[in-house]
């Protein structure tokens, strides 16, 4: 449905402009215009980031829910505890702000929108220990 809405908007939009007497030519370049920062636009006023093709293309889900997996893995001749685990996330939240951006949907389309690092800390961490590790991809469903 949200395609066709936007379709309509641009074709709307064309013959608006064709009405008030510009050429073809400034008409397909005010469309590609539109179709390319559009998007930018509506973060900007929601208060959002925009999300690049890429991410788009690359984002994954299941119908539960999306997630990004990081992994700490120390080496030498201590384990990492949980509070350094913790610190080490900090630290990496810290270095990658993309890792607090949570996805918003507006007409089908795809925003970022910034937690803070608590909210980012209460929704992604997890400290699992022994047998409640997450070992296979039937662990990674239930614990999802």
């Not at 402009?17 to 005010?30: K, N």
């Not at 913790?86 to 890792?99: E, F, G, I, V």
């Amino acid at each position: 449905m949200y395609p066709v809405l936007k379709l309509l908007v641009l074709i709307a939009y064309a013959c608006a402009l064709y009405y008030l007497g510009f050429s073809r030519f400034i008409i397909f370049l005010c469309c590609l215009a539109l179709i390319g920062l559009y998007q930018r636009a509506i973060a900007a006023c929601m208060g959002w980031i925009y999300m690049p093709p890429m991410d788009q293309a690359c984002f994954v889900s299941t119908s539960k829910s999306h997630v990004n997996y990081m992994s700490f893995t120390g080496f030498g001749g201590g384990v990492l505890g949980e509070e350094d685990c913790l610190k080490l996330y900090r630290d990496t939240l810290r270095m990658h702000p993309k890792l607090t951006y949570k996805v918003e949907t507006l007409g089908g389309d795809m925003y970022y929108g910034k937690m803070s690092e608590e909210e980012a800390m209460e929704k992604a961490y997890v400290y699992l220990k022994g047998d409640k590790a997450v070992r296979t991809q039937h662990d990674i469903d239930c614990f999802v």
